[in-house]
Every structure is written in C-alpha cells, then in structure tokens.
C-alpha cells in the first residue's frame, strides 16, 4: 500500500494535445501501426515510362483540387523512387502503408467541401482546445491546493498522495472528457441540421392591429399621445354624435380645455378666463372643474386667492358648482385631519378661508373649524388655526366679531396655559397684534379679485359633522344617451350667460376671411398705441440704489444735496426721495443732524418735497407700533427738526389726537421724544407762544382737548410727565374756568328755551302775568334760603 501510494510508483501524467485527440489519422496510427512496404524497381521503372509518355496535367502541377487519385499515387510513386536512388532512408510521411493511404482516399472522397462544416469545425477545435487548456490550468490548480492542503493535514511530505485524492482527480477528468463529448455531440447534430434541413411549414403573418378606437385610448397613465389634429380629424369621421365614441373624444377634449384654462389662470387675467371658462360645459364636466382647482390650489398655494374668485363667478352662475367644490375641499380637510398630514391641512384650510372671503362658504363653517382646531390644542393645530385666522380674520370681524371675540379668547386661554411650543406661542402673541392693527395687510379680498357682487352671491352653508358626498363618479367618463339635448341646452344656457359676445363671435368667425386687411391695419394701429409698462419696478429699485448710495457716501448734507439735485426723477418720484431718507435716519444707531439738514434742505427748496414729508408724517405716525425704540426715536428727532426750523408746517399736528383710547405707549413714546426736542430748539417760551398762537388753535385741538374734562386732564398730566407742564398753563385755566364755562352754557340754552316758550306762551296775557309771579316768587325763596345757609 505504501509503495501503490508513493508518486515513484504512480505512472507519470500524459499531457494530451488537441491533435493527438481529435486528428484520425494518428488515432488510427496508433490503433494498428504497419510498416511500409518498398516498391519494386519493375514497378517503378514503368511508372517512369508512363510518366514520360502522358502528358502533364495542368491541374496537377498547379496541385489544384480536381487532381486524379491516380495520378497522385504516380507521382507518390515517382517520388518514392527518387528517394530510394538518392539516399536509402525515407521520410517520415512516406512511411504510410497502402490501407491507411486508401481509406485517407475514400475519407476524401466522402468529405463533403462545405464552407459553413469547415467553419464550425474550426470552431470546435479551438474551443476544444480552449477547454482543454483551462482544464489543464484548472487541474494543476486543483493538484496545487490538494499538495498545500496534504501537507497541512500530514507532516511527513514523503508520503504519496491519499486515494481520495486519486478519486477525486479522475473525478474531474471524467466530467471534463463528459462535457467535451456532449459538445461534439450537439456540433455534429447541428452540422448535420445544416446540412439536411427539413422543409418546415411557413408560419402565417400576423393579423393586423383593430384601428383605435376611442375607448380603447388609454388614459393618463396609458402612454398614447394623440395630436390635436388627429383628435379633430377623429371627431369629423364620427358621423354619428350621439355614439360613445364622439362622447369619449369630446369628454378628453373637455378635460384637457378645463384643465388648460385652470392651470393659466392669475389675478390678471382672470376677466379673460371666465368667458372661456363658460364656454366649455360646466354642467358635465363640474366634477373636472373641482378637480382641476383643488389640485391647482395644493400645487400652488399661494394662488389660493385666485381659484377661490373664480370659483366665486362660477358660484353666481352654476351654485351646485361651488357646493361641490366646498365638499370636496372639506372632506379633503378632513382627511387630511386624520392623517395628520400638516401640508395638505394648511392648504384645505387656506382654500376654505377664501372662499369664506369670497362669501361661498358661512362664516360659521370657519367658526366650526376653528372651534375643532383649538378644542385640543397641539403646536400643529394651533399653528394651522393662526394661519386660517390671519387668512379670513377682516372677513370675520365685519361678519361676526362675537365669534372672533370667542375665538380669540381661547387663543389667549391656550397662551396663559403655556404648555405649547415657545414658536407657537409667538405664533399667537403676533396673532394678537395684527388683530390689533386690524388686520393690516391680510386683506379679505384683493381689489383685482373682488368680481362679484355680495348680492348676486350664493352662500352654501355646511357642517364638518355632515356625511357629505364628494360625487366621484363625475370625474369618470359615462355615456349619456341624451348627450345631444343637454350639449343644446348648455348652448342656450351659455348664450344667456355671456349674452351678444358668443353669438356674435360665432357669426364673425364665418366672415372673418372677408376682413383680414381691415383686422390687421386695426391691429397695427393697437400696437402703435401701446405703451409698455415695466411691472417689475426695475427702474425704481435702481433709482432706491443710487439715492442710497449717494446719502452714504457724501461728507456733508451741502454736497448730498447737490448730488441728489443732479439725479433726474419724473414727477411722482420725488416721494421715493423723501421715503429713502426717512429710511436711512432711522436705520442708524443714534440720530445724525446730517439728516435733519437736508431734509430741511429739500423742502426749502422745493413745496412738493414739504407736501411729501408732510405725508411720510402722517404714515410714520400711523405705523408707529411697528418701528422699534431705536428707528422710532430718531424719526421723531427728525420730523422735531423739521418743524422746530419751520420746513414743515405745524399743522401736521392735528393728525395727533392726545386721549388715552387713541394713544398706544409707542405713539406716546413718539409724541414725548417729538415736543422734548422741539422744547431743546425752540425753548419752552417760544414753544409755548407757538402753541397759543390764535391762528393755529384749530391744528392743537387734538393735542390739547377741550371736549371733555377726562381727556383735558390727560393731557395735563402727560406733558407734565415728561416735563414740559409749562405749555398746559393755558389748558389749566380752561380746566379751573370749566364748571363756570358749563353753567354759562347752561343758562344760555335754558334762556334760549325760555325765549322760545315765551314766544309761543303770548297768546294769553294771563298765563303770562302768573308765570311771572311764580318766576319772582321762586327768586325770593332762592334768596331766602341762601341768607338762611349764611347765618348758619
């Protein structure tokens, strides 16, 4: 066993090559060998004669393929001979006996010369080849890592090779010779298909596709696109309009004009959108219309406003319209509540809140939802009820200010409770000022917007707690077997809609050919007259650059002024002047007199720069809430400039009402900064003579009311605050005098009215000798009782 198992006593491996397999000759050699056998000189010589006497064979000295297997022998023969005479040993390929050398012949003659047999022949032997020499790596491979892995398991490296080893080794050998003889297999049957083919029956063309019909158009998601022109060409070869067929085309055409007008919709151009709108049928296609704006609206959120006005015009007209819509937008909400999904809420409500400004949903239906929103309050519901009050607040307070009032005192419960995000509770505190402002700059409506009139509106009235139907089926095509009738009937409807302007654009288009020259000089003329507006204020934002720019970068207001002057503005513009100044005081640290001079400079110049500044007072004063400490005192020091060097006139006080109601701690904080500066220019004397003059008393009246003691005394006691009371002396007089000024007035009426009932009491002389008797009388018992009070 030790002996059978050393590598001495295994028989070395033969390396095989792809000839010694596959040539059949030296298979053949090998299988019975014969030696040669040597032809005799008789033989020989006649070959040599016959040789002589035939002629030569073209074909054969050109060794070409038609050359005669005798021949071939002959001239193997002759070269045999020749070989014998110059040197007894032959070669290596004349040592082939005389059966061998016949069966080469009749292999030859069997061997068919086909291009495509030698082809995959070639093939076959060099991917045989290939095999075989992967084989050959992959088995010294696998002999290297069976050595590596013996010699791990065995110290001893003397020892020969396991028999599993052995087993294994011809294991692959025998599947590496089985893959080779199933490839020759297949090759040979594929040659052999090639060569005899079978006659095969012709498979028959395939039907051609039905034509497309309309129902068979896939939707959005199907992938056809069909071009216009088809789509009309196909509705021209429908002669039949009431066929499903016409319905599906016109259904897709319709679909794809509402969704086309919706999409382009804006606040300018929506006069222009609602005649195309009604001229599509809205009655069939109401749910594409809801659809199309609420899908829209979640796109685009910010053109809320817009699809909730032209949903307002299509209200007017079509009310079950905006009631479906209103459904739809709620339910939508109220999915969208369930789901907690925050973006689709705040569009929802957005949408619901402007068609409560639009008047197509109750107010009570914003009231509900607020109540829901704030019942249990989360920082995503409270954010979303701010943003849902902001939106329809103006709208409310004019509607219904005791459910806003309620609405607005759970806010301020939900504030004090403070168990909500610091953000949120921002949220509310901004909330309340612009409740305080009145809602300054959220407006219910857009003036562009506001198109229908309060009366001609239909307002629906919903519950959230309503089981509510949302219609889906109209957003589905559906056979209508009365399609002809109701397309007649909304004809008729529409003319009564858009009146004169439809049937007249039908009877025009006919006759439009006839004039084409008359349209086009109208329209060349329309464009002479056209003037082109640049709307995005390019113009002013350069010229806002250059007046900044030049305030900065001048050394003193002499040369700012200059430069200013130089900058051309048109009329209209010299209010940006004013604005951009105003801007840069207030936008600075502490107050710069840089400021104050030129503007003072600029209305000495020109009256309409003072006109200007006199309006920016007025607008600083009624924004004033909003300025900081900062910007509001150096705005105040600048307006004290202008008027205490009288560039501005004083009567721009009167737009100052000095009462407790109509003041607000900025705007006291802006009228204390305003006189303390004009008392530093003008000292308290001068400020008091101006204050007392006579003809300007009707311009103070508001600083210093005289309407009502409450209001009086107030004043008093603000300018005595803030240390000017010497400008009241004249307002503390009034105050002393008051009751006596009360009683004056008092008897002046009571004697106009005695004047008055002695007038109409002179028609009898006795009535009137005894109220005079009862008039001494009651002055003596005065007298009396007065002289009575003295003595005690």
Request: proline share 6%.
């Amino acid at each position: 066993m030790a002996a059978s198992a050393s590598p001495a006593a295994s028989p070395p491996r033969r390396r095989h090559s792809h000839r010694d397999d596959d040539s059949p000759r030296r298979r053949k050699r090998r299988a019975s060998p014969s030696p040669p056998r040597s032809p005799s000189p008789g033989a020989d010589a006649d070959r040599r004669r016959r040789s002589r006497a035939s002629p030569p064979d073209p074909d054969h000295r050109r060794g070409g393929p038609d050359a005669k297997p005798s021949q071939e022998k002959e001239n193997g023969n002759a070269k045999l001979g020749r070989d014998e005479e110059g040197d007894d040993r032959l070669p290596r390929r004349a040592r082939v006996s005389d059966g061998e050398e016949g069966g080469d012949r009749r292999r030859r003659r069997a061997r068919v010369s086909d291009d495509e047999k030698e082809d995959g022949r070639r093939r076959r032997r060099a991917r045989d080849s290939d095999e075989e020499r992967d084989d050959r790596r992959g088995g010294k491979r696998d002999r290297e890592r069976d050595s590596r892995r013996h010699r791990r398991r065995s110290p001893s490296s003397e020892s020969g090779s396991s028999p599993d080893d052995r087993r294994r080794r011809r294991h692959r050998r025998d599947d590496g010779s089985r893959r080779r003889d199933d490839r020759r297999r297949r090759d040979d049957d594929r040659d052999e298909r090639r060569r005899s083919p079978e006659k095969r029956e012709p498979t028959p063309p395939l039907p051609p596709p039905p034509p497309l019909l309309p129902e068979m158009i896939p939707g959005r998601t199907g992938g056809i696109y069909i071009p216009p022109f088809r789509m009309a060409q196909m509705m021209r070869d429908l002669e039949d309009k009431a066929s499903p067929e016409y319905q599906r085309l016109t259904w897709d055409a319709l679909k794809k004009s509402i969704n086309g007008l919706v999409n382009k919709v804006n606040a300018t151009n929506i006069k222009n959108i609602v005649p195309e709108l009604f001229a599509e049928n809205l009655v069939r296609g109401r749910g594409l219309f809801c659809q199309s704006c609420i899908k829209s609206q979640m796109a685009s959120p910010g053109f809320t406003d817009v699809f909730a006005a032209l949903v307002s015009v299509v209200n007017t007209k079509f009310p079950e319209i905006g009631r479906l819509l209103l459904v739809r937008v709620v339910l939508q909400l109220k999915r969208a509540y369930k789901r907690n999904d925050k973006p689709q809420l705040l569009a929802a409500t957005k949408f619901i809140a402007h068609l409560v400004n639009q008047v197509v949903a109750h107010e009570l239906v914003a009231l509900e939802l607020l109540t829901v929103l704030l019942e249990n309050p989360t920082d995503d519901s409270v954010e979303v009820a701010v943003g849902f009050v902001k939106e329809c607040g103006a709208m409310l307070q004019d509607l219904s200010p005791q459910g806003l009032h309620a609405i607005f005192e759970r806010f301020r419960g939900i504030l004090h409770e403070g168990e909500i995000d610091k953000r949120v509770q921002f949220l509310i505190e901004g909330l309340f000022a612009i409740r305080k402002a009145k809602f300054q700059g959220f407006p219910a409506i857009r003036p562009e917007l506001d198109l229908v009139e309060q009366e001609d509106q239909f307002t629906h009235e919903i519950s959230l707690e309503d089981d509510l139907d949302p219609e889906t089926n109209l957003n589905v095509f559906r056979a209508n077997p009365n399609f002809v009738d109701d397309e007649k009937a909304y004809e008729n409807l529409k003319r009564s809609i858009l009146g004169a302007e439809s049937s007249e654009d039908e009877e025009g288009s006919d006759a439009a050919s006839d004039d084409e020259d008359e349209e086009e000089s109208d329209e060349e003329e329309d464009e002479e007259q056209m003037e082109i507006r640049d709307r995005t204020e390019t113009n002013l934002v350069n010229l806002r650059r250059t007046i900044y720019l030049t305030i900065m970068s001048s050394v003193d207001f002499e040369e700012a002024g200059h430069k200013l002057m130089k900058i051309k503005l048109e009329p209209g513009q010299e209010m940006e002047l004013c604005i951009m100044l105003l801007e840069c005081c207030s936008q600075e640290r502490t107050y710069l007199r840089y400021y104050g001079l030129l503007g003072q400079r600029f209305c000495m110049i020109n009256k309409v720069y003072q006109e200007n500044f006199e309006k920016c007072f007025v607008q600083q004063y009624s924004m004033i809430h909003r300025l900081e400490t900062n910007k509001l005192r150096n705005v105040a020091k600048f307006f004290a400039h202008l008027l205490g060097t009288d560039a501005l006139p004083w009567h721009v006080l009167a737009y100052i009402r000095l009462t407790e109601e109509d003041t607000t701690s900025s705007s006291r904080i802006f009228i204390k900064i305003l006189f303390q500066e004009l008392s530093e220019h003008l000292g308290i004397r001068l400020l008091n003579e101006r204050l007392n003059d006579p003809n300007m008393q009707a311009s103070f009246e508001s600083i210093f009311p005289k309407d009502h003691p409450k209001n009086t005394r107030f004043s008093i006691n603000f300018f005595t605050s803030i240390g000017l009371g010497g400008i009241t002396e004249s307002l503390r007089e009034y105050l002393k005098n008051m009751p006596r000024l009360i009683m004056q007035q008092q008897k002046l009426e009571s004697s106009e009215s005695e004047s008055s009932g002695s007038e109409s009491g002179s028609e009898s002389s006795g009535s009137g000798s005894e109220s005079e008797s009862e008039s001494s009388s009651d002055e003596s018992d005065r007298r009396r009782s007065k002289k009575r009070r003295k003595r005690t």
